[in-house]
């Protein structure tokens, strides 16, 4: 399905939507007029005698119809909307949080836009001389140039299209570095000996060109990349780092990565991480990557921005950024007790008084997941990994000696509550949960500004950082009502640590540029039909489809229907998997 099918899509459900009303009000459906009497119970009569007993405008009921109507009808009134209204008031107060932590960031992320703010100016730094110029340190004339390791974790990293270890490889082998300072290390977790032998025949070919490069194994994948980080920090050349960079398999550094990054630690003795931001090879290949890339570009303009400009503290992306190795071993080493393992050191090195550097100057090129459910697991990896950190070390936090107040406000309340636990919540429960529900329960009262104003004041706040992607507004929108779901699950498995709350799947990449490539907006699978429905989003697009109907059908105080059929039909088009696949690599 192309993207003129979208718009195709879409007017054939709000065709039917208008067909269906002018039925009902011409008569030619009448789902109040009750059954005729000896004939046989069709469809149309069997949700005439629903609608008889659950429509609350239909008073005029008799028999045991009307019996189970006033039932239903006290039951509603005295049970089930008193719960929801319950429920609802806490939204809106949820609501309210996620909006004022939006705005503030915004704000933060537009003055330091505004006035041109740099990392440099609140953080020293000067440009080291190039790498040849290091040989005349020993004279005295040139510039000291420390250890650096660089880290690649990588399992089983091989794909039809390309092989996606030669990227990183390469792009770490070729950084503008002197060769005698710098050690590359491929962290190879791989399963296949096929894909190891590969990889440790491209180690081979580039150690024979000079580059000190090492390749290492582990018997098992104990703690997965928390593992595979922590087992590489023991060898003995590792030690020997005062610095360490870490890419994941398919990121690209530019070669200068290291002489625009390192300088931030030389100058700064009580800087431990700097951090760079993400570009993406394939951000235009597919509607589900573009939504991505307004999701990410969120995270990095805003979030990362504020954070490092305010409390110079954010979480550490996992890759694309260098580490002071006495950070890292002052804060405990890596832990693999999340799958957020990246957040989690980045966390406990903020509790012993590092700060941290985000430079969106640097970019390093990297690939967005190009299928809808890999785009899942890495977001349920997420989310379920910060709610669960959250739960684990929100005591250490408080009792933090060397973290001011203010500072400790904004890791437990605005880092990890709001952005962790309630966005994901509110979201999910309040837009998919009660306001479909609210068309069948009139006794329900939803507060204009917090189903209307709220969201459009988050939709601006998410649109000014994009404003060349605006016309994708609407389709990030739907994509992200879908999203809820798994990040509301994901969140509440992690926060009280349900069965799935620790599950680790790798993320799976492609390997495409897709620069040069014109590729469909959205395409379908050709996998089994088992393999490609997700079962969760059909059955929730019948609940908001039921939903939308039902308020279609019988208006009364609201008119939510229009949007519950978007909501709805942007569940099926997922759940089918209508987007995000490569045509090469089916």
């Known amino acids: 399905m192309e993207a003129g099918e979208i718009g195709g899509a879409l007017l054939f459900a709000l065709a039917a939507a208008a067909a269906l009303a002018a039925a009902i009000s011409s008569g030619a459906i009448d789902f109040r007029a009750p059954p005729t ?41 005295g049970v089930i909307a008193p719960v929801l209204q319950v429920a609802v008031w806490a939204c809106m107060a949820m609501s309210v949080m996620l909006v004022v932590e939006a705005v503030y960031n915004c704000v933060v992320s537009l003055g330091v836009k505004a006035i041109g703010w740099r990392p440099e100016w609140r953080f020293k730094w000067e440009p080291l001389a190039g790498a040849a ?39 770490a082998c070729e950084l503008e570095w002197p060769r005698d300072r710098i050690i590359v290390q491929v962290l190879d977790d791989s399963t296949d000996p096929f894909i190891k032998n590969l990889v440790g025949l491209e180690c081979e070919s ?45 990121f690209q550094p530019e070669p200068d990565f290291l002489l625009r990054t390192v300088p931030f630690f030389i100058h700064n003795p009580e800087v431990g991480l700097v951090q760079a ?23 990095f303009k805003v979030e990362q921005e504020a954070g490092s400009a305010t409390f110079a503290f954010f979480s550490f992306n996992g890759t694309a950024g260098v580490w002071r190795t006495a950070a890292i071993k002052e804060a405990g080493g890596w832990k693999d007790r999340t799958t957020v393992e990246d957040m989690d050191l980045a966390v406990r090195a903020t509790l012993k008084g590092w700060k941290f550097i985000y430079v969106g100057d640097i970019r390093v090129k990297s690939e967005l997941p190009s299928t809808y459910k890999a785009y899942c697991r890495q977001q349920f990896r997420w989310s379920c990994g910060g709610a669960n950190l959250f739960r684990k070390i929100a005591k250490d936090i408080l009792a933090a000696k060397d973290v001011s107040l203010l500072k400790k406000f904004h890791m437990l309340y605005s880092f990890f509550l709001v952005r962790r636990v309630v966005a994901p919540t509110v979201a999910f429960f309040l837009y998919n949960i009660l306001v479909p529900i609210s068309v069948m329960i009139p006794e329900l009262f939803l507060p204009i500004w917090g189903v209307a104003y709220i969201p459009m004041v988050l939709t601006v706040v998410t649109a000014i950082r994009h404003p060349k992607n605006i016309h994708l507004l609407p389709f990030w929108i739907l994509f992200e009502s879908v999203m809820t779901m798994h990040r509301m699950r994901a969140a509440l498995a992690g926060l009280f640590e349900l069965s799935e709350f620790n599950q680790w799947v ?57 949007n519950l059929y978007l909501q709805g039909l942007a569940f099926v088009l997922l759940g089918l998997n209508f987007t995000g696949t490569c045509a090469c690599c089916q």
């Open 206 to 250: 580039w150690a024979s060109k000079g580059v000190n490069i090492k390749y290492t194994t582990r018997s098992s994948r104990k703690g997965f990349k928390a593992g595979a980080l922590k087992k590489g920090m023991e060898w003995d050349y590792a030690k020997q780092c005062e610095y360490v960079a870490i890419f994941d398999a398919d």
């Open 37 to 77: 009497v000896g004939a046989p119970l069709g469809l149309q009569e069997a949700f005439s005698l629903f609608i008889r007993v659950f429509d609350g405008s239909n008073n005029s009921s008799s028999g045991a119809a009307g019996e189970a109507h006033e039932l239903w009808v006290r039951v509603r009134g």
């Open 133 to 171: 110029d290091a040989a005349d340190e020993e004279k005295g004339t040139g510039v000291h140039y420390p250890m650096v390791l660089v880290q690649i974790p990588m399992y089983n990293e091989l794909e039809l299209c390309v092989q996606v270890y030669k990227l990183s490889i390469r792009a």
């Open 506 to 562: 790798v993320t799976k990449k492609v390997g495409n540029s897709f620069e040069d490539n014109e590729v469909p907006l959205l395409q379908k699978t050709k996998k089994r039909l088992i393999d490609r429905v997700n079962f969760r989003e059909i059955g929730f697009s019948v609940f908001l489809f039921f939903c939308a109907s039902y308020n279609l059908v019988f208006h009364g105080k609201t008119s939510y229907y229009f």
């Open 277 to 299: 931001r993400w570009a993406f090879v394939n951000d235009t290949s597919s509607l589900l990557t573009r939504v991505q890339k307004m999701f990410f570009d969120y995270h």
